[in-house]
T-cell receptor
């Protein structure tokens, strides 16, 4: 799986949008971009994934650049409960046995 | 159950003891994964089951680590002769097998193992 690069930490004000970047310049054509987050003392939680088109669900939006070498996870209205470590993962998806290769992620702190 | 459950949530072992960590996946999930998470690090893959078959155990750090899933549901991760470097959170995840994906993994809360 391709390596990803994320900032170590970010801060965001409550109610504002949080934009978390990820670089994955060596991504292959059959690899998807996945985002998970891990709230303190909990297991990781799936957020969203995409291949090349922008995606949106009830939790977040995912913007992938046209060359697919980077992406941004957007939390449109961050709350205190969004404070967590966010992991960007590239993965040969849609196969059941595909492991998740986590990096160190971005610690997002949402401030009141 | 509503989600993946793991037990115990916390385990303290003396160096050299054997431990067994249990994972109850979401009912009907064919795939089951174990990960190890050291303090301040992201989770690292240990092993993968599809039903009762262990298809990938390349992440197990030594032959002291053994995992099983005999009936294709509950899984146990066993660590023999525990060492201090085994101290970590052990996470279990399960996933449906669905053509077209996303095949996201659902994680349990983890078992925090401390080896003294």
């Amino acid at each position: 799986d391709a390596k990803t690069t994320q900032p170590t930490s970010m801060d965001c004000a409550e109610g504002r949008a949080a934009n978390l970047p990820c670089n994955h310049s060596t991504i292959s054509g059959n690899e998807y971009v996945y985002w998970y987050r891990q709230i303190h003392s909990q297991g990781p939680q799936y957020i969203i994934h995409g291949l090349k088109n922008n995606e949106t669900n009830e939790m977040a939006s995912l913007i992938i650049t046209e060359d697919r070498k980077s992406s941004t996870l957007i939390l449109p209205h961050a709350t205190l409960r969004d404070t967590a470590v966010y992991y960007c993962i590239v993965r040969v998806a849609l196969t059941s046995g595909s492991r998740l290769t986590f990096g160190e992620g971005t610690q997002l702190t949402v401030n009141p | 159950g509503a989600g993946v459950s793991q037990s115990p949530r916390y385990k303290v072992a003396k160096r050299g003891q054997d431990v067994a960590l249990r994972c109850d996946p979401i009912s009907g999930h064919v795939s089951l994964f174990w990960y190890q998470q050291a303090l301040g690090q992201g989770p690292e893959f240990l092993t993968y089951f599809q039903n009762e078959a262990q298809l990938d155990k390349s992440g197990l750090p030594s032959d002291r680590f053994f995992a099983e899933r005999p009936e294709g549901s509950v899984s146990t991760l066993k660590i023999q002769r525990t060492q201090q470097e085994d101290s970590a959170v052990y996470l279990c995840a399960s996933s449906l097998v669905k053509l077209g994906g996303p095949n996201e993994q659902f994680f349990g809360p983890g078992t925090r193992l401390t080896v003294l």
